[in-house]
């Protein structure tokens, strides 16, 4: 049904999907009265590419597109324990070119977690300070440029319509998977920020006609700001992969109770959902981003808003190595 689109292979898929009945346990045992629905995990932290996460599968069609494109340079933006940034260094590692990174802010004292690891993956970071990142980021894309170099840039968390596209076909190899092994998925649930995940999987499940529900757990945004850009982002993807179609803002699910004190504050909610999954499941979830998606999740669990008798996919989109720069919060 899709165009098929310029791509990188970079990720290991299809990425497991998997049972987590020890956690489903752990809720039932909290209130044996209670509704708990069966609960799968989509391993997308298990991607493979430098630790893995939701970007590998954008990373495939941004890349494909900045080879098809001639760049020599890919430039892109985030913060400083940005997934999306560490992810964009190995790839760009991978395909033999030069990576720039514009993080916000000034270096830290201590190079942990991500940033480490863009600095081991040979990207070159330029600190924002209290400049606008975007503009030093088209800043630094034009001097590239008048340097002889082929600048591309990535947007902000990967989420152009290239982007999703890799989440609007991974919809499908849930829905191939789930098929497979005899579940009828009716909910999943993922973090959302930048919004090329959840609008990317928009797509995959209008074009597969899904029935269900996609939670979008909003990591920095109110739902009211957040729906239309998640509509808008969708139409754009689906027009790209040549199936076009209008999406609602309004029928965008979006979760944004679970905002805490703000983006990349660690609270009390999402500590207690990395120690659950971690001793119910072994199984590791982020400060930043799976773990308050998890948090809003379990949240959701114990409102009773979902049925004993359905199935929930938390979706995993990885962030293992931003747990290293919480350590001192964490411990
Ligand atoms: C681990 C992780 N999960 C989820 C997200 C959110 O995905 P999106 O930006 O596509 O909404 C990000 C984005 O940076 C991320 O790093």
Not at 286 to 293: E, I, K, L, S
């Amino acid at each position: 049904m899709f165009n098929s689109l310029p791509r990188l292979p970079l990720a290991h898929l299809p990425t497991p999907l998997e049972a987590l009945p020890r956690l489903r346990a752990a809720l039932q045992a909290e209130d044996p009265g209670r509704p708990v629905p069966r609960l799968l995990v989509k391993r997308d932290d298990q991607t493979g590419l430098a630790s893995g996460g939701n970007k590998t599968r954008k990373l495939e069609y941004l890349l494909g597109e900045a080879l098809a494109q001639g760049a020599d340079t890919v430039l892109t933006v985030g913060a400083p324990q940005s997934n999306h940034c560490r992810q964009t260094a190995a790839a760009a590692a991978k395909a033999g070119l030069r990576c720039l990174l514009v993080l916000g802010g000034h270096a830290p004292r201590l190079t942990g977690g991500n940033l480490l690891l863009d600095r081991l993956l040979g990207a070159q970071i330029i600190w924002a300070g209290q400049e606008d990142r975007l503009a030093l980021l088209a800043e630094t894309a034009r001097s590239q440029a008048a340097s002889g170099y082929r600048p591309w840039v990535i947007p902000y968390g990967g989420s152009s319509p290239a982007g999703a596209a890799g989440y609007a076909l991974a919809f499908q190899e849930l829905l191939t998977q789930a098929q497979a092994a005899g579940w009828q998925v009716d909910h999943v649930a993922t973090a959302s920020s930048s919004g090329g995940t959840q609008a990317g999987m928009a797509v995959g499940a209008w074009a597969a006609g899904f029935t269900g529900q996609i939670h979008g757990i909003s990591i920095d945004q109110r739902a009211d700001d957040f729906q239309p850009a998640l509509a808008e982002l969708a139409q754009q993807t689906a027009s790209l992969l040549g199936a076009p179609h209008p999406f609602r803002a309004e029928a965008m699910i979006v979760h944004d109770a679970y905002l805490g004190a703000g983006y990349g504050v660690l609270g009390d909610a999402e500590r207690a959902a990395i120690d659950l999954l971690a001793r119910s499941e072994g199984l590791l979830v982020d400060p930043v981003y799976t773990g308050r998606a998890l948090a809003g999740l379990l949240d959701l669990i114990r409102q009773r808003r979902f049925a004993a008798s359905e199935t929930v996919v938390f979706w995993h989109t990885g962030g293992l190595p931003a747990l290293f720069a919480y350590a001192e919060q964490l411990d």
